[in-house]
């Protein structure tokens, strides 16, 4: 699970073991959290964020488990900040986090690895450390099931 803050294009991403409603709920509360941590060490309580902070677009696909309305529910009840946007369908030229799987699919591509461990810290490492440079001014064409740089 990952996401782009447009204003900096600093990166989070969430290994999860399960694409469903609770993991994708149980990553956003991460994703909440420091959040709210960057507001207390920029001198604001973790109250006030809630309260006075900003409103926080998150923007998703269409996947079934972003709209089960058991989480949309308690989304809204524990993070008031954060208002969900959904994408069309088949427009994934829209959302930036789809230039950052490109880009790190292209820099794992043809490299073996010894385990899933292997894997997923050389990816957070690329991608939560700021290690995988992205070509922003790249464009993403839809074509069907797949997304193609141009």
Known sequence: MGGIRYSDKKRFVEFLKTSNSESFYNGLKVFYQELIQEGCD?????HDFSVKGPQ???ILDN????????????IGENM??????????YSPEYNLIELV????KEYVAH??????EDLEA?????????????????????QGNSVIPI
């Open 63 to 74: 996947a079934s488990f972003h709209k089960k309305a058991e989480f949309i529910q308690k």
């Open 122 to 142: 050389l990816l957070h490492k690329l991608l939560n450390e700021g290690e995988l440079i992205i070509p922003w001014s790249r464009k993403l064409k839809n």
């Open 101 to 104: 799987w490109h880009s790190a």
């Open 80 to 89: 008031p900040n954060i208002q969900l946007e959904f994408l069309p369908k």
């Open 42 to 46: 920029s001198g604001k309580s973790a």
């Open 56 to 58: 926080i677009i998150i």
């Open 111 to 116: 490299r073996l690895f010894t385990s899933i």
